[in-house]
């Protein structure tokens, strides 16, 4: 069974960071890319970040690019998006997600609350 299982979310002030993480198994990790969406209160999903399966190529969305970090620990089928300079703006419930066999997984969430 395929799995995707984020953690790491919280309540953060303005400024602060936060380190996500996604667990992912059922299937063989490095054999694929990587994104992490988010949504926030009422709105639709809004893509965040993606990664390459060798963590070679990585992409932002210009709402978070030079404040959020994506990365991926192959060795242990996780992957990770460090989010530095948190606005308010970034609250919403953070999804990793994949195309694992033709089909958009994702992950059950994790909130960011980015409040003072």
Not at 66 to 76: L, P, Q, V, Y
């Amino acid at each position: 069974e395929v799995r995707l299982v984020e953690s790491g979310g919280g309540l953060v002030q303005p400024g602060g960071s936060l380190r996500l993480s996604c667990a992912a198994s059922g299937f063989t990790f490095d054999n694929y890319g990587m994104t992490w969406v988010r949504q926030a209160p009422g709105q639709g999903f809004e893509w965040v970040s993606v990664i390459s399966s060798d963590g070679g190529y990585t992409d932002y969305a210009d709402s978070v690019k030079g404040r959020f970090t994506i990365s991926r620990d192959n060795a242990k089928n996780t992957l990770y998006l460090q989010m530095d300079s948190l606005k308010t703006e970034d609250t919403s419930v953070y999804y990793c997600s994949g195309i694992i066999g033709g089909k958009t997984t994702r992950g059950q969430g994790t909130q960011v609350t980015v409040s003072s």
